[in-house]
């Protein structure tokens, strides 16, 4: 029983990194991609100002409200500012004002 508990664990670390990989949140680029397809008058500034607005986020720890907030965007689509005002007020407290 002792040889098989390393190679347990080992496929227990596996599948938990196969499922961490597969509950990956959107990406900043696939989020501005379909804004910009489905939702008319979107800015072409979503990827320089969802970049900025992340690197703000990760350097004031706010990484899971930037998530959240990205994936309400995802979520909502085109009413995401009507939709997701909750996500953006608690990225907004946290990570202070939005990039210009």
């Known amino acids: 029983m002792s040889r098989s508990l390393p190679l347990w664990i080992a496929s227990l670390a596996f599948a938990a990194a196969l499922l961490a990989a597969g509950?990956?949140?959107p990406s900043i680029r696939s989020v501005c991609d379909d804004l910009e397809?489905?939702?008319?008058?979107?800015?072409?500034?979503?990827?320089?100002?969802?970049?900025?607005?992340a690197d703000q986020a990760s350097e004031l720890d706010?990484?899971?409200?930037?998530?959240?907030?990205?994936?309400?965007?995802?979520?909502?689509?085109?009413?995401?500012?009507?939709g997701c005002v909750a996500q953006r007020d608690a990225l907004?407290?946290?990570?202070?004002?939005?990039p210009d």
Do not use: K, N, Q
């Not at 397809?37 to 607005?53: H, I, N, Q, V």
């Not at 907004?92 to 939005?98: E, L, P, S, T, Y």
């Open 62 to 82: 706010c990484d899971e409200v930037f998530d959240r907030y990205l994936e309400c965007i995802d979520a909502v689509g085109c009413d995401w500012r009507i």
């Open 92 to 98: 907004h407290r946290c990570a202070g004002a939005f």
């Open 37 to 53: 397809a489905s939702c008319p008058g979107t800015g072409a500034d979503c990827m320089e100002d969802g970049g900025d607005l």
């Open 23 to 25: 509950c990956e949140g």
